[in-house]
């Protein structure tokens, strides 16, 4: 059948299978890198939002406004191609990473602030009761409160970073997508793509049955 011998053509996936499984080890590095960031980001952005004093919190406000309103692929081009202008060069992995956490520390700062906000008063006033300094209030008592709420939507903001990761292609990144469409160019056949998609569910189902997991248990919690 036609179908089969052009978008499932065995031969064609076995000879691109090598660099499709390179480019999917560096989509999941590129993708672990940029959570990691943006969650620390994330974290300190929204503890400036809710506790600093005002200035730096408009300042917080308008970095989570700005980064949420501007779309990725026009940032990775600012960050890749703009910024050698002024001086900072970026290898095509650091400036895909940092687009990617940029955006997605905005995304997960808003989502620990509806953590934190979730936490009873009550929580707070016993431990200025107590006697607990700000930083250990915030340590012991609040943050893990907070972030046992959010984690099916942190999971979820996870969930779309990795998938934002094919956008790198943009700027040279050999990642999973950028190597399907070099393969699918060469062999003239767009079994490679085909392949790339399996890898990509492969990396995401989990993740996606996950959050539906943890939805499922925290409203029994509840």
């Known amino acids: 059948m036609d179908l089969i011998t052009t978008f499932f053509n065995l031969d064609v996936l076995k000879q691109a299978a090598p660099l499709l499984l390179q480019g999917f080890w560096l989509t999941i590095l590129l993708g672990a890198t940029s959570l990691v960031i943006s969650l620390s980001l994330g974290l300190l952005l929204v503890l400036i939002r809710l506790y600093a004093p005002r200035p730096l919190r408009f300042l917080a406000i308008a970095y989570i406004d700005v980064f949420r309103a501007l779309p990725l692929l026009v940032l990775l081009i600012l960050v890749y191609y703009a910024l050698p202008f002024v001086g900072i060069r970026l290898t095509s992995f650091w400036a895909a990473a940092a687009a990617l956490s940029l955006v997605a520390s905005a995304y997960m700062a808003e989502t620990f602030r509806a953590g934190i ?16 300094s700000w930083p250990r209030m915030m340590s012991d008592i609040i943050l893990p409160q907070a972030m046992r709420l959010v984690v099916p939507p942190t999971t979820g903001v996870s969930i779309g970073l990795i998938k934002d990761t094919a956008l790198a292609s943009v700027v040279a990144l050999p990642d999973l997508l950028k190597q399907a469409t070099q393969t699918q160019a060469f062999y003239a056949n767009p079994s490679p793509l085909v392949g790339a998609a399996l890898l990509y569910l492969i990396l995401l189902l989990p993740l996606v049955r996950l959050v539906s997991i943890l939805e499922a248990r925290q409203k029994r919690s509840r």
């Not at 009873?120 to 016993?126: C, D, I, L, N, T």
């Open 117 to 132: 906000e979730a936490v009873p008063r009550g929580q707070f006033e016993a431990a200025r009761t107590l006697g607990f």
